[in-house]
């Protein structure tokens, strides 16, 4: 826009439909994937005391909230199995044998990359965002109900942690 147009370039609305996610880590979540939230961002702030008021700065440290996914499971519960997988390779729950060296969580293979691709009205990439050194948190449970249509869709939410996430315009 400039000084003498207001109006923007493209008055396309963004569509919360249109986005891929991939993760280097768990391959079907490109296709299963439902939701997905881009986490918010804060920045603290330092307080000045003076006699008359608080003043306030700006902070010097980012806090990054988790990453939080719904995704649809197939029927191989391939999706599933390869988010549990994934969990059982960072904390073995069959004894200390294998589990993994907290010297060795800082080993590449217990994390992944992940990157958001938002599509236009068009379906063309207009934007990445890119979360570096992913890891998973958690991960719902999956309910079987016998009052459901077998039409009914089941999916499961997962919440992952991560380094950072930067944008990068395309």
Same mark, same amino acid.
């Given at each position: 826009?400039?000084?003498?147009?207001?109006?923007?370039?493209?008055?396309?609305?963004?569509?919360?439909?249109?986005?891929?996610?991939?993760?280097?880590?768990?391959?079907?979540t490109?296709?299963?994937?439902?939701?997905?939230?881009?986490?918010?961002?804060?920045?603290?702030?330092?307080?000045?005391?003076?006699?008359?008021?608080?003043?306030?700065?700006?902070?010097?440290? &980012?806090?990054?909230?988790? /990453?939080? #996914?719904? =995704?649809?499971?197939?029927?191989? $519960?391939?999706?599933?199995?390869?988010?549990f *997988?994934?969990?059982?390779s960072?904390?073995?729950?069959?004894?200390?044998?294998?589990?993994?060296?907290?010297?060795?969580?800082?080993?590449?293979?217990?994390?992944?990359?992940?990157?958001?691709?938002?599509?236009?009205? &068009?379906?063309?990439?207009? /934007?990445? #965002?890119? =979360?570096?050194?992913?890891?998973? $948190?958690?991960?719902?449970?999956?309910?079987? *109900?016998?009052?459901?249509?077998?039409?009914?869709?089941?999916?499961?939410?997962?919440?992952?942690?991560?380094?950072?996430?930067?944008?990068?315009?395309?």
């Open positions: 826009m400039s000084a003498l147009n207001r109006n923007p370039e493209n008055t396309n609305l963004l569509q919360p439909t249109k986005f891929l996610l991939t993760f280097s880590r768990i391959a079907t490109q296709y299963f994937c439902q939701t997905i939230s881009i986490p918010s961002i804060s920045l603290g702030e330092a307080q000045r005391d003076t006699p008359f008021l608080d003043m306030y700065s700006p902070g010097t440290k &980012l806090t990054y909230e988790p /990453l939080d #996914i719904s =995704f649809i499971i197939d029927e191989d $519960l391939q999706s599933w199995k390869n988010l *997988d994934w969990f059982i960072i904390a073995d729950p069959d004894g200390f044998g294998g589990r993994t060296a907290n010297r060795e969580l800082q080993d590449q293979k217990y994390f992944s990359d992940a990157t958001l691709t938002v599509l236009s009205s &068009l379906n063309n990439p207009i /934007l990445r #965002i890119q =979360f570096t050194n992913v890891f998973p $948190l958690s991960m719902s449970s999956i309910d079987f *109900d016998t009052r459901l249509s077998a039409d009914t869709v089941v999916t499961c939410n997962a919440t992952f942690r991560y380094q950072s996430y930067k944008y990068l315009t395309i």
